[in-house]
């Protein structure tokens, strides 16, 4: 298992519910885990390691402690203001991108055990979930960039590829 990065297929075609819960579900998100902290990101969808599932997962660093959840079959319901911060993503290397959101974001989504599930988001979870929900729905953070950005992210992102 490892990152996929954009353009890749993968990332561009919406992911399948997941109908199975079992002890492979649990060994993919324990994988997803391991790699998101070596990679050091706050948010991953299965899509990013090449699996075609609809899960992400957040670890997002605060203060008092930190907030770790596993999202399978999400659906976001969004409210609030608009709000942007500079974005990372895994899948694209050094590229930064200031993406519209909303504060508050509401997620239905089970759990690991298959177990419904609904929790409320706001700031930074609410974005960093917004943004891991594009992936599943086979949509990045260029996506709404002019097209000519887009190719000189894409043009610049084969380069560092091939440089490696
Ligand atoms: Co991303």
Redesign the pocket.
């Known amino acids: 298992m490892k990152i996929v990065h954009y353009p890749d297929p993968v990332l561009l075609k919406s992911t399948n519910q997941v109908t199975v819960f079992d002890e492979k579900l649990k060994y993919t998100v324990n994988k997803m885990f391991k790699i998101m902290q070596q990679e050091k990101g706050i948010?991953l969808?299965a899509n990013?390691v090449g699996i075609d599932k609809s899960i992400f997962i957040i670890k997002i660093p605060f203060i008092e402690q930190e907030l770790i959840r596993v999202f399978v079959n999400p659906k976001l319901f969004l409210s609030g203001d608009m709000i942007s911060i500079q974005e990372g993503?895994?899948?694209?290397p050094n590229v930064k991108v200031e993406v519209p959101r909303s504060s508050i974001c509401n997620v239905f989504y089970q759990d690991v055990d298959g177990s419904m599930r609904e929790e409320t988001f706001s700031g930074l979870p609410s974005i960093v979930c917004q943004?891991?929900m594009d992936?599943l729905e086979g949509k990045?953070?260029i996506d709404k960039l002019p097209s000519l950005t887009q190719q000189q992210i894409c043009d610049k992102l084969t380069l560092d590829e091939q440089k490696r």
Do not use: K, N
Request: net charge negative; aromatic share 16%; charged share 10%.
């Open positions: 948010g969808a990013q993503c895994l899948s694209f943004h891991e992936h990045t953070f």
